[in-house]
């Protein structure tokens, strides 16, 4: 269900959701987390751009323009997959993945909220709390 301003992402979380077998409010709490749903959040401070906040490499690998809304929720939605696919179907180790980036997720399952910083921590709880209402 669509909260907030994402309704008009909704389709596309939808579909993305539906291709990659995630679950569509936690592509919602993704997209709310990193730009409240805005395409046109500007590039954050380590580079990453778009509504998903995708870095270049990431975007590169996914072969999407972060920039592109419909492509960046695909991109996204597929990135979740893999890290569910990573981390034994869990949320949010897959969430943390999400935000923890590409090279920097070699936390062990065992101990892996011990590695993260604080930020991680309160975007998995943002993303997850966004996802349950």
Do not use: C
């Not at 269900?1 to 990659?20: E, L, P, R, T």
């Not at 990573?86 to 062990?108: I, M």
Request: net charge negative.
């Amino acid at each position: 269900m669509a909260k907030d301003n994402s309704a008009q992402f909704d389709d596309a979380i939808q579909g993305a959701a539906k291709a990659f077998n995630v679950d569509p409010d936690i592509l919602h709490g993704i997209a709310y987390a990193e730009s409240r749903h805005n395409p046109a959040t500007a590039p954050s401070a380590k580079g990453a751009q778009g509504m998903m906040q995708f870095l270049p490499d990431t975007a590169k690998r996914f072969g999407i323009d972060a920039k592109d809304p419909e492509q960046a929720i695909f991109g996204a939605a597929q990135y979740l997959r893999e890290n569910l696919d990573k981390f034994g179907g869990d949320y949010a180790k897959a969430v943390a993945g999400y935000n923890w980036g590409e090279n920097r997720d070699t936390f062990k399952q065992a101990d892996w909220a011990k590695k993260l910083p604080k930020e991680t921590d309160n975007y998995v709880e943002q993303v997850l709390s966004y996802a349950a209402n």
